[in-house]
């Protein structure tokens, strides 16, 4: 029992017969926000990611503009969330600071980690046209079913043709999902019941998200243009990632070496700044009008050569300082 007990905690490793060098039973640590927080920053939380260790974070997001590389939004969120929950507050902020220079936002790109339907259903109040794989669990047809809106329920087509009406709206940790389930006379003697329904089963169930039709008309749209749709993946995947990599790996968003949500988002905009402020140093060419009367060197001069060279270099920055400040 206390090896079945250990082997079901959230995070868990367990392999039975795992020992350390004094042959001890290694046994998982129960690591998660129910048992787990930082006395000194309360706001950070777990982060839970597929391939990567669990520890104390704060999840950053960022919006980049495909045409040039510019971050258009930054916020810094609770480690606990998921992606998907974070994207409303960052298209807010993308959509303010593109309207302060008179520029609109008309598509949006974004990786499987985003898709939701709470996010289909805000893009669509927003009209932005929003270029999100579906989520791994989405199916978009039942084999051997239809489902009909008019009567919500649905219908088998093969076998004794069970009926499958809508019977209440289960809540897990992430979605609210629809139960359907047809009743044990029309299937409990169905020929392909074992196959269908298991071994065990004498009832039908199907499940779906209440936000099912937006994951369809998404699927939809994917579907109709693919060409297009695979397009915006490799454009999403050259923009954002190349972005993420400079600021993790010279931007210093690794690490946050202050305490509390408000100075995380500060860390994270204060990265991000420095990253635009570099790019617009490289995207506008220095164009310096310096007039240096022409020296000639002799002798006699050589001693103030460095006097010379000081004031030039002097001239310069202050050329400099009044085209940029």
């Not at 609109?104 to 499987?112: F, I, P, R, S, Y």
């Not at 008019?150 to 809508?166: D, F, S, V």
């Not at 209440?210 to 397009?231: G, I, S």
């Amino acid at each position: 029992m206390e090896k079945k007990t250990y082997n079901t905690q959230p995070g868990s490793d367990y392999k039975e017969g795992k020992l350390d060098k004094n042959g001890n039973e290694i046994r998982p640590k129960f690591l998660s926000n129910h048992t787990h927080y930082s006395p000194t920053d309360p706001d950070a939380k777990i982060s839970t990611k597929p391939g990567k260790s669990r520890q104390l974070n704060y999840n950053g997001q960022i919006g980049v503009d495909t045409s040039n590389h510019v971050i258009t939004g930054a916020t810094a969120d609770f480690a606990d969330k998921r992606d998907s929950q974070c994207l409303e507050k960052l298209t807010e902020q993308m959509i303010e600071n593109l309207a302060n220079n008179h520029i609109t936002m008309n598509e949006l790109l974004a990786d499987t980690g985003y898709s939701s339907g709470e996010v289909l259903q805000y893009l669509e109040e927003k009209g932005i046209n929003g270029w999100i794989p579906n989520f791994g669990q989405y199916k978009p047809e039942r084999e051997g079913f239809i489902f009909n809106e008019e009567e919500n329920r649905y219908e088998c087509q093969r076998g004794n043709r069970a009926i499958l009406p809508y019977k209440n709206t289960r809540t897990d940790r992430k979605h609210r999902m629809m139960i359907y389930r047809s009743s044990e006379k029309d299937c409990k003697n169905c020929p392909l019941r074992a196959e269908c329904c298991g071994q065990k089963s004498k009832f039908k169930k199907i499940s779906h998200s209440e936000y099912y039709e937006q994951y369809d008309r998404q699927h939809k749209k994917l579907t109709e243009n693919e060409r297009y749709a695979k397009k915006m993946v490799r454009k999403r995947s050259s923009t954002v990632e190349p972005v993420l990599g400079t600021l993790l790996n010279f931007g210093g968003m690794k690490k946050v070496y202050t305490r509390g949500i408000k100075q995380a988002q500060k860390h994270v905009l204060m990265a991000s700044l420095c990253y635009n402020l570099k790019k617009m140093m490289k995207s506008r060419p220095i164009k310096l009008q310096v007039q240096v009367n022409y020296l000639q060197i002799t002798k006699q001069m050589g001693e103030n050569i460095l006097f010379y060279i000081s004031n030039l270099i002097r001239l310069i920055f202050l050329q400099f300082k009044l085209q940029y400040f």
